[in-house]
C-alpha cells in the first residue's frame, strides 16, 4: 500500500461542475501540498496545508489531521482546469515529499 | 513563473551513456530536491541538497549522484543509463529544510534513453 493515496485516479466533469479530489496518507506529516501538472509537464504548487483549511479563488483545500486525509475542491469548474492534480506528503521523520500517483482531471465545455 | 529554471527541457540519449541535468532555483532557494517522474506516475524522490551537502536519499542507485553550488544552482548526474531512466526529472526548491516552506518545481527535463 502507498503511504499516499488518491482517488478518484480519473475524474471527467462538465463545465461548471464541483469536483472533489481526495488524498489519503498513512504517515505523520508536517505538510501536506496539492499540485497541478500541466502535460508538459510543469508542476504547480497550488496549496501548502498543516491544518484546517485554505482558499485560492476557485480552489479549496481541507485537511483533517486525525484521519489523516485531505480533499481539494474546485467550484465551477472549467475547462482550463484539465491537468493531472498531486497531493504530496512531507513526513515529520524526513525530508521528502512522497506523492500520490496523481488525478487526470477532463472538463467538458 | 516559479523561478526555478531546467536545462536541457529535452534529450536523447543511448544506454551506458551519462547524463548530467541541471536547475537553477531563486535566490536564497539552500533546498533542492529532484524527482523522477515516470508516465503516468507520480513523482519520486531521488534525494535533496540542503546547503550544498546531501541531507536525504530515496531507493535510488549510486550511479545517480548530485551536487548544489553556492549559486543556488545544482546538477542531477546518472551515470551508465539504462532504459527504464527514462522519464520526466524535475527539480524542485525551497528556502530552508522545514516543511512549511512553499516548494518551486521546474518544467522538468524529459530524458530518453534508446
Known amino acids: 500500500k502507498n503511504e499516499v493515496e488518491q482517488s478518484p485516479q480519473n475524474l471527467t466533469a462538465q463545465e461548471g461542475e464541483f469536483i472533489t479530489i481526495n488524498c489519503s496518507y498513512s504517515?505523520?506529516?508536517?505538510?501536506l501540498h496539492w499540485l497541478q501538472q500541466h502535460p508538459g509537464g510543469g508542476i504547480v504548487s497550488l496549496f501548502m496545508?498543516?491544518?484546517g483549511k485554505k482558499k485560492h479563488g476557485r480552489l479549496i483545500a481541507t485537511i483533517n489531521i486525525q484521519e489523516k486525509h485531505s480533499s481539494l475542491h474546485i467550484t465551477a469548474s472549467h475547462p482550463r482546469d484539465s491537468a493531472v492534480y498531486i497531493c504530496a506528503v512531507r513526513s515529520t521523520s524526513g525530508s521528502r515529499l512522497t506523492f500520490g500517483e496523481g488525478t487526470q482531471l477532463t472538463v467538458n465545455p | 513563473e516559479t523561478g526555478v529554471t531546467q536545462s536541457p527541457t529535452h534529450l536523447i540519449k543511448t544506454r551506458g551513456q551519462q547524463v548530467t541535468l541541471r536547475c537553477s532555483s531563486q535566490?536564497?532557494?539552500?533546498?533542492v530536491s529532484w524527482y523522477q517522474q515516470a508516465l503516468g506516475q507520480g513523482p519520486q524522490f531521488i534525494f535533496q541538497?540542503?546547503?550544498?551537502?546531501?541531507?536525504g536519499r530515496g531507493n535510488f542507485p549510486p550511479r545517480f549522484s548530485g551536487l548544489q553550488f553556492p549559486n543556488y544552482s545544482s546538477e542531477l548526474n546518472v551515470n551508465a543509463l539504462e532504459l527504464d531512466d527514462s522519464a520526466l526529472y524535475l527539480c524542485a526548491s525551497s528556502a530552508g529544510q522545514t516543511g512549511g516552506n512553499t516548494i518551486y518545481f521546474g518544467e522538468g527535463s524529459w530524458l530518453t534513453v534508446v
Open positions: 541538497y540542503y546547503r550544498e551537502e546531501e541531507n
Open positions: 504517515v505523520g506529516i508536517s505538510a
Open positions: 535566490s536564497g532557494h539552500n533546498t
Open positions: 496545508l498543516s491544518s
